[in-house]
């Protein structure tokens, strides 16, 4: 199966037309949304191309791919324009992995989900990884429109055995090999 997993569209129209071209391209079997789709948040400035109902539109004309996970700025206003369930979590097997999919505000590197897991995927602070610590993989795909700490706008492609954190321009930032 391949997954390409973005997080922190903020309400950029820009960014949503590249998860598009990135659908089209990539042709994955599910992309995941890792939330705060349509607002940009009270810290955040104001996204390239702020047009939330453009970044709705673009989503759900996906929504046959789409699984998604609601983030901190998500509300239930949200849920009501989206063609696509939000779920806090989402916990599915990936190449044999038990995998579980967050926002990240709750669930992340230093605060685990009180289950067995073998990777944990969340976005939340804009910032692009692969990391392992204590036998898990931590996969964060940043953000696609709001990068923070001098990362790229970013995204995760999973196929297979192979993870791969890319720039929207789709040059590989981080590689990691399963297995």
């Known amino acids: 199966m391949k997954l390409l997993i973005v997080s922190d569209i903020h309400g950029s129209g820009y960014y949503a037309d590249k998860i598009k071209k990135l659908v ?12 705060d789709l349509y607002y940009h948040g009270p810290r955040n400035i104001l996204t390239k191309e702020y047009n ?48 579980i999919f967050t ?6 590197i ?10 944990l995927v969340y976005g939340h602070f804009h910032t692009g990884f692969i990391k392992s610590q204590d036998g898990i993989l931590f996969l964060n795909p940043g953000s696609i ?13 999973w196929d297979k055995n192979e993870i791969l954190l890319k720039d929207v321009d789709g040059n590989v930032i981080e590689k990691r090999i399963l297995g």
């Open 110 to 119: 230093n605060n685990l989900p009180k289950k067995n897991i073998d990777v």
């Open 52 to 99: 939330p109902m453009h970044v709705c539109e673009i989503l759900n004309s996906l929504k046959d791919i789409i699984l998604c996970t609601k983030g901190n700025c998500d509300a239930e206003v949200d849920e009501m324009i989206s063609e696509f369930k939000m779920e806090d979590e989402i916990e599915m097997v990936v190449e044999n992995n038990v995998v």
């Open 103 to 108: 926002h990240g505000h709750k669930y992340n």
């Open 24 to 35: 089209e391209e990539e042709k994955p079997d599910k992309l995941i949304l890792l939330g």
């Open 145 to 157: 429109s709001l990068p923070k700490e001098n990362t790229k706008h970013s995204y995760i492609i």
